[in-house]
């Protein structure tokens, strides 16, 4: 610490440190919430979203001759440091959890980015009297309108990546789907054995899942694109010069080079967190798929001589203190968790959602640090179970084979030749004499080995015909509708 500055507010004087671009409004919220140990400079994302605010700010400010030309031009090149340069990231140091409904957040951009602006003009930090953090930063905005729409700009950027992501996932489990595509394995219902399919089937509809929960956070993410700058503190709009809502967006819009607009209706716009809610509820949807898909491979992998032993994760660590040359599935172990996290998580939002009242919800920040938390969370269980587990799975295709043969599923590919009834029977005594399916159908005389073995050829166990009887039309016909 090389000294202090003093700085002024409604409850008195403060010694603030003199290197820091920050001031009196965060040195008080530093003070007062210790909860998390969570900075809002974790979430760099939110920092640029706030900062584009008071950019966008500025630029519509100057445009409306609300803010004289060289300090609008100052905020802005002080905002550009912190945008392109990566200046001042660090000057964030406000706990993510805060009363105040975000004021916290919102003063401790104002202040930061008035300070940069005023070493950008040649004074000292702390000369409100030249630029001031209320005044002239925050000129034309409230913390209800400033704070919800840096949020979601930063959510909305940290969306994109996560998709990216997801996106490197999809493509490694197609690549698997295409590895495995000859590997035929059992299929399974309620942990039974069901009818066969590939492994590659699977691990196809692995990816179908990951591509469709894209598609649905992407839709999520647009409705954070409609914003209430311009609302100021309840959706009136006050304190701001007419038609500064439009011009607001206008230039938030090109400074982020998103598809920005106002929100039709400030007022109900400004307490309304629905379009967070729908956010998280899509990313919460990915959590349940993706930690359904670990527990697929735990149990796919599980063995490796008493379990399925479909297929083979990588081996990174010893698995047991007691059990000599015991592996366990570490990665999708530790994805599941984070996706228990992930889940838990949307019964924040939706709460916090739930807790707004009359004309604001205070509970913003809670929100957003949930969010975040979930999206680097995904991110990271994405990155790590693509890298060190699906890129580098293997499969057993001996294994998987005999079991298809062994199993008592494949009764299900006689139906429409002996019936359900009969089916049954001949289930019921291989599973009590462990004979095969197909041994006792030739034996009981129901049907010779050359159509036993054309019903079970592979291909007609991956891709099955109707073997029944076909009345009235063509077996490869398919009937008009009349």
Known sequence: MTGTRKEKDLLGTREVPAENYWGIHTLRAVENFQISNTRIDHYPSFVKGMVQVKKASARANARLHTLPHDIANAIEQACDKVLNDGKCMDQWPV??????????????????????????????KGRYDIIHPNDHVNKSQSTNDAYP??????????????????????????????????VLKMGRTQLQDAVPMTL????????????????????????????????????????????????????????????ITSTPNLVAATPDTGAITSVHAAIKRFAVKLSKIC???????????????????????????IMPAKINPVIPEVVNQAC??????????????????????????????????????LENSVKTLQDRCVAEIESHPKICREEVFRSIGIVTYFNEILGHAKGDEIGNEARETGKKVADLIVEKGLLPRAKVDEILAVENLVNPKYSGKIWGEDEAGIPSKQ
């Open 95 to 124: 706990d993510a959890f805060q009363g105040g409904a975000g004021t916290s957040v919102n003063m401790n951009t104002n202040e930061v980015i008035a300070n940069l602006a005023l070493e950008t003009l040649g004074y000292e």
């Open 149 to 182: 729409t840096g949020m979601r700009l930063g959510i909305y950027h940290e969306l994109c990546a996560l998709r990216e992501h997801m996106a490197v996932l999809r493509d490694g489990l197609k690549q698997k789907s295409e590895k495995f595509k000859d």
């Open 200 to 259: 590659g089937q699977e691990f196809a509809g692995y990816a179908n899942w990951v591509s469709d929960d894209m598609s649905v956070i992407e839709k999520a993410s647009e409705e954070l694109l409609r914003v209430n700058l311009g609302a100021t503190a309840i959706g009136t709009g006050l304190n701001t010069p007419v038609g500064y809502a439009k011009v607001a967006c206008e230039e938030l819009a090109e400074v982020t080079g998103l598809n």
């Open 295 to 321: 527990n697929d491979l735990r149990l796919l992998s599980s063995g490796p001589r008493a379990g399925l032993s479909e297929i083979v994760l990588p081996a990174y660590q010893a698995g047991s203190s």
């Open 340 to 377: 228990f996290k992930v889940i838990g998580n949307d019964v924040t939002v939706s709460m916090a959602a739930e807790a707004a009242q009359l004309e604001l919800n205070v509970m913003e920040p809670v929100m957003a640090h949930t969010v975040f938390e979930s999206i680097t969370l």
